[in-house]
């Protein structure tokens, strides 16, 4: 049998000085199925993804130490994996 490698996500950096706070909503049930497109390496005790449903997408934050799980408005795709880009580099928290 195959042993399957561990999967590191890309790290995301500190925020930066001059950072953007984001605005981060309670999950809702908005589509039936949500597809992860990408999501930051399981090392880390914060977990970002990028999520698509329904044509939108949006950035999901799980604290796995707190049990809480936030999500950013939904929006154009493009737009949510550009913000996704900017929270790995520490541009927007």
């Not at 589509?31 to 880390?44: F, G, K, L, T, Y």
């Not at 809480?68 to 929270?87: G, S």
Request: charged residues 25%.
């Amino acid at each position: 049998m195959t042993e399957i490698p561990d999967f590191h996500g890309p790290h995301f950096g500190p925020p930066q000085a001059n950072h953007v706070k984001l605005t981060w909503y309670e999950p809702t049930c908005r589509a039936r199925w949500i597809r992860v497109i990408s999501h930051s390496c399981e090392c880390n005790r914060t977990l970002y993804e990028l999520c698509a449903a329904g044509g939108q997408g949006f950035v999901r934050r799980t604290d796995r130490a707190e049990g809480t799980t936030y999500e950013t408005e939904w929006m154009v795709t493009a737009a949510a994996r550009d913000l996704y880009e900017r929270i790995l580099r520490g541009e927007v928290r």
